[in-house]
């Protein structure tokens, strides 16, 4: 059975950072790509990053190009993301995902149960 949670969310000032990280378990965690998404009150969830099985590729969403990093540990079974340079429309819940294949174009099958960012202006 796969696990997937989520940790360091919390509140933060616009301009400040945040690490999110994922634990996973259940799955040969170097086998599948891993992403996290995110839900903002009022929008659909949304994707934000990928991370293929070796982490040697990766992907993000235009509106967190150069301000979020994906990266894991594949030691470790987990997976973090980086928030540099938060605005505060990057408030949301956060969720973190394993894919069902090892590169970045992977679907996603399982997911955490989110934790909250919330960028104050």
């Known amino acids: 059975q796969v696990q997937l949670v989520e940790s360091g969310g919390g509140l933060v000032q616009a301009g400040g950072s945040l690490r999110l990280s994922c634990a996973a378990s259940g799955r040969a965690f170097n086998s599948y790509a891993m992403g996290w998404f995110r839900k903002a009150p009022g929008k659909e969830r949304g994707f934000v990053a990928v991370?293929?099985?070796?982490?040697?590729?990766?992907r993000y969403a235009d509106s967190v190009q150069g301000r979020f990093t994906i990266s894991r540990d594949n030691a470790k079974n987990t997976v973090y993301l980086q928030m540099d340079s938060l605005k505060p429309e990057d408030t949301a819940l956060y969720y973190c995902a394993q894919g069902l294949g090892y590169y970045t174009t992977a679907a996603f099958g399982y997911w955490g149960q989110g934790t909250q960012v919330t960028v104050s202006s």
């Open positions: 991370i293929s099985g070796n982490g040697a590729s990766t």
